[in-house]
Every structure is written in structure tokens, then in C-alpha cells.
């Protein structure tokens, strides 16, 4: 009933958990099993360590927070060696994201993962990366230099390869668009909203990055409003993220056209949120007698 | 690590300013230890993203304490709870005190800094193991820890109207230089203190153990959002980075000398 | 301590109220003495009479709302006999806020209200309109057309020429400096986030448009972050806009950049909220010994 | 209009599934008129960005009331508020029923539809206008109205628990046949209630005002959010366009006549 086959993958359950929201998927074993999740997202994965930005680097916003990890991570040669061993132990999708400074970048890291012997389904792709070659912009603002990735990356793998956009554009379909001309199979978003906060008692930005990521409930219209739009401009499957909390927000999700969904910043309320949401949506296709959850992508009804 | 449904058992003002909740809360009590915390949700219909961290200030019989003042708006629905309630937490998280065997061991606290320092305190009690215990606040209707004074709990007041005038670190010189042992610090309380006692420990060469505090998202080395700064990278560590450690998982107890100096 | 001198207008206080929640000031005399805000903005004005968008018209969401009004007003002709007299009688800064879907619309609804014998001290253009020469592209995300617009205008009055901005565009800096350029002499933002609900029961999208645009408290870090990217790119005088429900609000938006702000869907929880704020602004300066409100305008502190 | 601090006298279930608010609202009860409503700020820390609206139920000597069903945050928050505690409203709203004078007043209720009915009737009966009203729940324990029946208070129930099986409509036809003189209807209910009222106003040529509701923002014709479709531009609008008019300004009250039959 919640199974939903994409390509050659079988998923459970259309719950995943986001990534830099679930760490990667070791951390909560106390508290949740995570072969009931439809998958896992890695926290982002680089080419090289990275220590992550200066504190301070969240805060709470209404109904929503601000982050600016920086991308802290061990590195693609410590991941290899001290978490992929560890997902061949989960029956569960695992995705590995991989963010990046270049396109190179990208390349190496995803085809350092791809030379070992893992159990990992795919890759998710974050383009809301700074590009260091073109003065800071990022890569999925542009939909030539999404293009120019994806391929790169499609060129070195069989495995799912899912973009991941930023919702800070003003057309998200051309760079989705942009991303199947360039291979991807599927889609995923949307990745946080620029936002910001200031501390009016010591005059300071919230975060010391002065900018940084909103997500959670607030950005939940925006997410739906950009999933809607890819929908309707491309036809491989959807990833729906932003703000999910409840079965609500994920069928509202997949009524606006997502095949699957993430789970991110709620896990920080209730680390079990992923689980319960496809409890929740088991019920929910019992009741309203629905055979495969898929029935219901895209079925949003107006003229 | 648990997500565990606590039942209140009460919920009580201890002084001029501060709220002590006692909560039913087996799986938790059974594995905590002393400078560890637990991380609260508020209100099942809480509308904020990130849950409340509170230090656990007891331990005993399948039960835990916190120790909290009314800041805002969590801490306002909790001091609103009535025994009987049920309260969703996840814990115990963070690392703990140890190392109170060799030197004799002073416990420093500020303001709520003195949960996890009273359960120490406890723990200490517990173990027979001697130790002085230094509370300050700012004046005296905020100490509830009153009649429960002897010659090795002292307490201060920054407007002298109980105990000794000044902060803590006024009455550090006197214990510190009357013991023909080393001693060793662990301290909890607002910055301004835990700076310090580091600069005094760092000063005098004594080991030195913090509780920091920093705003959590996950409360257990998920989102990466609690870094700190840290001068060196210690063997406590779990997850040290060079540049930054994580006060949710690392810590919150971090070595003195970890900590830049300011 | 709260007068805010822009040009040659002397402003009472900081806050004014946005275009869309406050009518004309008039619908809310029995609850608040307008004098006491430094300023209104009409609800958006077209050339022709619009009835619109048919209903439902709004939906709520996590601390915000979404809206689709689809800019009903009686038009300019009706706005200049109905309307614009009242203002006279008002002593605080009007500003009509004008809507168009074509270059020409905007200017012949301003050179309208220009030969009134009108009391407004100026303009605010809804930049967040399609545009119908260009397939329904809004005008706000397009730099040239932005200063076009602008420059078109510009040549048309004399009074103050406030360019109202919308969120949805990549790099927001662009069409502040082309609005900047064609002319205008103060900018405002944001407009509403595009965002968009679902009823899960109905399977409809919660606004008939299907697409909408969020406002309220959710959308108060996005906005902040927006008028700082402006404030660092243009030196014209900026009316910070976008979930401000209190004075430190208001105040997070004055460190950003902001000179003014104006109140827009708080205004729904409570008509007097723009007073309650401006009386709550006194209280900080007197505390915090603050001479004018605009000595803090952009002291964020960073590196 | 007044934005007023109203304090809450009383706050008490009714029947099965209603609550009624008494609460003092002078300057609101001075003005107020059968059919008119208020819009309530459920808390001061309400985390949306609309009030609730809410029918004025009676009103006597300084007092209104408000008769409301739980469905939601807003009501469950009224629904917890005691007496004395006070509640931010904003009121009286909307227009309201007149044209009682010439013809036999039905009024009829479906659910918390009684709400304004309760207050017109009062209104009649003060002013010594015969009537009749027709109430209809879905089964005996939501009526909170049974000891006040009389030969002009008819009750129905969808499940024919009490009084006449079946809507307000089946209880209409012999009414409206028994009356000599022509009949005027006011209503307020559910939709396919109001629809089918006014669909048989429509065929016998009755004249008929429905009370309707909508999502309101503002609740006095600001944000342009309660548009309703019209087929009619009526004599009683205030606002009407030509196609669209706003349940809260032009309505909450409209004329059958320029509602689309459904
Ligand atoms: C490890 C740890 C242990 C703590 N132990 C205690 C204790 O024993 N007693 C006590 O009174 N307080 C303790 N605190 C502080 C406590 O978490 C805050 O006072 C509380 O979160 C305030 O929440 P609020 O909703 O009432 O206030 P808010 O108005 O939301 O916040 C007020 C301030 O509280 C802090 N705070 C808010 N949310 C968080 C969060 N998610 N993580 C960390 N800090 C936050 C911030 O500094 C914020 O500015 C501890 C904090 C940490 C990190
Ligand atoms: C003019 C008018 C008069 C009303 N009179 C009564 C009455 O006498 N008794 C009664 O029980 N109910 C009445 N209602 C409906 C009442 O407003 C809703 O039941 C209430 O707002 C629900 O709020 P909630 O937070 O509990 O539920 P939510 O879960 O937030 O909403 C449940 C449903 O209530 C309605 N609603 C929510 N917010 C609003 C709003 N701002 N404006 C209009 N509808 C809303 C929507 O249909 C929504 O789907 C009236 C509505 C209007 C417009
Ligand atoms: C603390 C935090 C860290 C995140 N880290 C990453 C990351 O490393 N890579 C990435 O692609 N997205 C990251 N995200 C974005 C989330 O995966 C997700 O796209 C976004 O938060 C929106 O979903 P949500 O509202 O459910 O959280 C992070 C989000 C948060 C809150
Ligand atoms: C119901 C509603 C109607 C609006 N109508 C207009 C409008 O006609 N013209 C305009 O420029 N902005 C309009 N806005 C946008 C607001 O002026 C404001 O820019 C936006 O809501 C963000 O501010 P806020 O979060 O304080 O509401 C409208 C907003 C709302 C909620
Ligand atoms: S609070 Fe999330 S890593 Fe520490
Ligand atoms: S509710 Fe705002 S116009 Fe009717």
C-alpha cells in the first residue's frame, strides 16, 4: 500500500529523513529503527574535510530555524572508511548527498564513494553550493552550470542520481529542467530558503554567517508551491521536502505531485517523526481506500 | 539514550526565582549520570523546531529532577505543569563528570548552573567522597539551598545580602589554598563565571571541568548547530574536531584547557 | 526620537502599514487614529476597475498566510473620487500603491492621480505583477524591465517614487540597483513569498489560483535577509516589509538596512498593532538612549 | 466597531457537542443587531494570523454570547478559558437581519447555526413578533433547546431521535401552508442546508436571508479575503461588485436571491 517502486528501487514506505537532519542514520539507532523508513539521506558529503562554519550557527525562527553548518563533514576518504561500511547493515535506501566547491569536485568525491564495495542506492546532489570558479554563485541558480554537473556526474554512475534544488531562483523549472537534460533521474526539493536573523540586544546577526538556510513548518507553502512547478515541467520523479511534520504535509506533497518525500528539520522535535508519519499514512490509506499512494501523485484537482 | 514519556510527580518553586519539576522517568534515571541532561518537548503542540535542554540536577528511584527559571516561553509551559502531566523527553544525552577519585574535588555553580552541580554533589555524597561545593546568585531569596549549609557548602551573593559578598570565585582562594591536596573544579553557570574559574584553574594550574551551554537543534551530534570554539583537541573528545566541538556530544563538561581563554 | 527625515518628508515615526491590510485607512478609523502611524499605503491600485480573482482568496498556514486578491480595487477613476478626498482629511504620508499589467497602465493610472489637487506624498509600484506583453512574467523579476517601469514613471512625477520588490527572483541586489537606476527614490520589500496550500479533504489547492503569496511572521527571516542584500547594494532610502508583528522586529529590520517599515498581516490580528509598535519603539530609544531611530539604520555588527 | 477586552462570565457546555460563552462586552452589546458577529483573538500568543470569527448569540444588559462547536487550536483554546478570564475581541461585524415588520418570520438553525437565530429570536421576542423557529441537529443530545419547545419551536433531527425525523426543510411545508399571510425566511447552517432553503424559498417565491461564513482575515472589508460569488447585485450590498461580494462587509446576511442556487 505505501510501496512505491521507482526505477528498479522497491521503497517501503515514501518516508525518507533529509539530509544534515539524521546524521547518518547510526546516531538514532537508540530511538528509531530505521529499516521502517522508506531511506536515508546523508548529511552532505565532500571531497575534502571540513571543519564547518563559526558558531553560532542556528536559531530558531517563527515555526521554523536558521542553519549554517558549512557543510561540516569528515571528508569523502574518512566516510568511506567509517560510515559506508555501516549502511550495509540497514535494509533501508541509503543515499549518500555530495556537495561541492566545483564541478571536480562533485566528480571525485562521487567517484571515490563509487570504487567501494557498498550497498548505497544513489546519490542526492546539493547544488546550493557557493562555485568557487564562478565568484561564489551557486550552482543551481544556473541552469547550464546544473546541466554541466549533473552530466559530469551521470557520466560516472548507475546509480539513482537525484538533484537537489535550492528554492532561491526565479524559475525553478528551468533548472530542473535543466538537471534531466543533464541525466538526473530524479528530483529533489527544495533545500532551505536564504533567511536571516538578527539579535537586536547585541546588534549581531543570529548566525555568523550573517545569511544562512530557513527550514522547517514556516517554508512549507513555498516547498509545495516549487514542488507543484517541477511537476508540472518534468516528468521524473519527485522528492518533496520542506517543512513536513505529519501524513498531512505528505499527502499534500504528493497531491502536488511528489513520488516520495524528506523528512528534515522535524526530526529535531521527534527523531521517530519519519516512522510515525508512515504509520499515520498507512492508516490513511486504509480508511480512504486507496491501493498504492502513488495513485494519488500529482492529483491535485482545478481547471 | 531514550524518548521517554515522563510522568510529573511535582513541580515547585524552590526559591525567589527558580522552578524544580520532578519527573518519574525510569528508563532515563536508570542510565544517567551526573552533568548529563535531557532534552524536552514543551507541549505536544509546541510550535517551536527545536525542544528545551535542561541538566539533570537528581537521580534516584527511577526518577530525575530539573532545576529552571522562567525564561520564556518553554520554560513558561513547563512551569504551568501539574503533577500528573506527562512530559515528553529524550535522554540522558551529553557526557558526564568523572575523574573525582584522585584530587578532592570543588564544585563550582551560578544562577541554574547549580543542577548538574547538585547532583554531582549527590553523586559525591553517595561515594563519601569529600568535596566543597561553592553556590552563587545574585542575592538571597534566589538560594534554596540554605538549610542545607555546613562548613563544606558555601554560598555567595553578588549583593553580599547572604553568605559570602562577590561570586564564587571570592570564595575559591580560601578552600583552594587550605587543602594540602590538589583539587580539581567542576563548574556550571553563566559564561562570565565559567570564564573565571578557567582563568583562575588555568592561573593556579589545577584541572579545571565546565558545563557549557549553547543552543541545540538535535541535542545528540545530528545537526552540527551547538559548535563551539576549542583551543585544543582533547582525549575526552568523542567527536572533536580541530577547530570546534559539538556541546551536545562532546560535551556539555569540556577540560578547561580545551576552552579558549577570555 | 522616532521622526525619520527622507528627502523633504518628515515622517512621525518609522512604521506605516502595507498595501493590501489596511484599506484605505478609512475602514479602520473607529479602532486607530491613522495620524499616529508615519504613514499609509493603499491597497493596490489598477487603471481599470478589477473585481478579482474568484474565491477562495486566502488560506492560512504554519505563522503566515497565503493570498490570492488578485488586486480587486475600483479603479483609478473610482479611486480619485472615492478615495483619494479622504486623505485629505488624514495627517499622516500616503502613498498610493499602483499595479499594472503593462508599462502604459502604470503610467496612465499615475498621470491620473497626478492632476488630482491630492494631498499623497507619493507612489509605490507593485512591481509583482504579470506582465502581459511578456507572457505573464512579472515585472519584479526582470532588471531591465524594472528600470524601464521606473524611468517611465519617473518622468511623470515629482513626488516620492517608492519601487516595491518582490522575493521570488535570484538575486534581488539586480532589480534594486535597475529600480535605483530608472529612478526611484526609495525601495520597499518584500512583496509575498509564492507559496501554496493543499486540502488533502478536497484534493484542491486551498486558493483558487492554485499559486499564491505567503506573508506574516514565517516569512519575517527571508524578508530580513532580503533587505539587507539590498541595503549593501543600494544607497537609497529602504522600507523593510515582511512579518513584522513588534517593535523589535521592527527594530531587527532598521539594523538590517531598513529606514521605515511597514505592517502588513499583524495588522489582521490587531488594527492597532503599527500604533502599539510605534509606542513600544518609544519606550526602546528612551531605554537604550537612542537620539533618532536612524542612527541605527545597517549597524548590524559582523566582520 | 470597538476592539474590546471582554471578560468571560460564564463558559459551559449546552448539549452533546455545543458551548456557550457569556461574556461582558459593553460597548460591543450597546451596538450589536441580530445576525451580526465578532471576530476573537482565541490568546495572546496565538500563533496564526487570522482571529476567529463567531456569531453573537444574545445580548442583554452589557453581555453577549457566543454558542460554538471544537473543531480546531482556536475553539479548543476558548473552550479552556474560565470565568473572569478575559478574551481580545473585535465587534459587533458585519450587517445584519431586518424587514421582520411585514411578513411571518420562519427562522431556521442548522447546528451552530443557532447561534445568530438564538439572538433574532430573542430580538422578535422582545419585540412581540409572532414567529416560528425550526431547529435541526443530527440527533437528540446536540439539542440544547428541547425544554424550550413550544407550538412555534419546532425541533428535527437527521435521525429522527427527537422531534421531526430528517433537516429543517421537512419541518417548512406545513408551517409556510399554514400561514395566511406571506412568510419571510432567515437562516443559518451548513451549506447544503442554506442551499436547500433557499432553493425552496426560490420555488415558492419566499423571500429568504441566509447567514453565511467564510474564511475571514480582516472581518471588515480590508483584505478582500471573503469573496463570495454573486448572481445579483443586490440593494442591500454595501460593497458588492458585480460578480464578487465580501461575507464580511457586505454580508454575513444575504438576499437567496443573489446567492447561486446549488
Ligand atoms: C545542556 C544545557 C543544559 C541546560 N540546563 C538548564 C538548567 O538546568 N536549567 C535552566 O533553567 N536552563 C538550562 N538550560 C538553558 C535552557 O535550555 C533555556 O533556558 C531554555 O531552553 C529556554 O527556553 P524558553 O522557551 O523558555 O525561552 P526562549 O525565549 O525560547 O529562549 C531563551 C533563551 O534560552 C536559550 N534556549 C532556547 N532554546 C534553546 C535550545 N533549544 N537549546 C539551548 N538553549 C536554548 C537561548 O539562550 C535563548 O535565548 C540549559 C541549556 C543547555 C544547552
Ligand atoms: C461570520 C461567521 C460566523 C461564525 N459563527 C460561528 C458560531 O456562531 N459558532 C461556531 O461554532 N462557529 C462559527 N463560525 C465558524 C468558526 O469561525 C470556526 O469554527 C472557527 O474559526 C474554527 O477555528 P479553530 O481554530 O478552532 O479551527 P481550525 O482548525 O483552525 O479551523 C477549522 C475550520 O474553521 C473555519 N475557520 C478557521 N479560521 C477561520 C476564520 N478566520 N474565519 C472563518 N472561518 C474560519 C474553517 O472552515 C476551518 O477549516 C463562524 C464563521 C464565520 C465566518
Ligand atoms: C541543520 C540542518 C542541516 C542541513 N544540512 C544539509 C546538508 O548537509 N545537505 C543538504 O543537502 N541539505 C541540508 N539541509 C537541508 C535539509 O535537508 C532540507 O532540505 C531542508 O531543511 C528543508 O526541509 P525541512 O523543512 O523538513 O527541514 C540541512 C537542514 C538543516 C536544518
Ligand atoms: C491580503 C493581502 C493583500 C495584499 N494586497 C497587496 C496589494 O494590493 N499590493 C501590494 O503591493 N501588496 C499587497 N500585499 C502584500 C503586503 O503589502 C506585504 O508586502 C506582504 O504581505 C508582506 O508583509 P507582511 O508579512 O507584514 O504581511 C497584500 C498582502 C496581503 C496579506
Ligand atoms: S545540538 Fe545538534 S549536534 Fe549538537
Ligand atoms: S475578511 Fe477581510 S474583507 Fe472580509
Redesign the pocket.
Known sequence: MLTIRIGNLTFASPVLTASGTFGYGDEVSDLVNVDLLGGIVTKSVTLHPREGNPPPRIS?TPFGMLNSIGLANVGVEKFCKEKLPKFKKMDTHVFVNIAGYAIGDYVETLERIEVEDSTISGYEINVSCPNVKKGGMQFGVDPKLTEQLTRALRDKTDKILILKLSPNVTKIEDIAQAAVAGGADMISAINTVVGMGIDIATRRPSLNTVFGGLSGPAIKPIALANIHKIYKSVSVPIIGIGGISSAKDAIEFMLAGADLVQVGTSNFINPAIGINIISELKSYCEKENIKSLHDIKGKLEYQ | MHNELATIESNEQISSIYQQMVLSAPLIAKDCHPGQ?INIL?DPKWT?V??????I?SQSNGKIS???????????ILNNLKPGDSLDIIGPL?NYWTDFDTDYPVLLAGG?GI??ILYLHDHLLIKKIPHHLIMGTRTKDEHFFKEKTNASIVLTTDDGSYGIRGSVINALDSIVSGKNSSVIFFACGPSPMLNAVNRFATDKNINCYL?L?????CGFGICQGCAIEITNNSAISQTYRNQYAL??ADG?IFDGKDIPLC
Not at chain 2, 530539573?66 to 513558561?76: L, P
Open positions: 530558531e | 541532561f514543551p517551536h527545536m525542544r528545551r535542554p535542561m541538566s540536577a530539573i532545576i529552571y527559571k522562567v525564561v520564556g516561553e518553554g520554560t513558561s551529553g541554574v543542577a548538574p558545563a551551554e549553547t543552543l541545540m537543534a556541546v551536545c556539555p
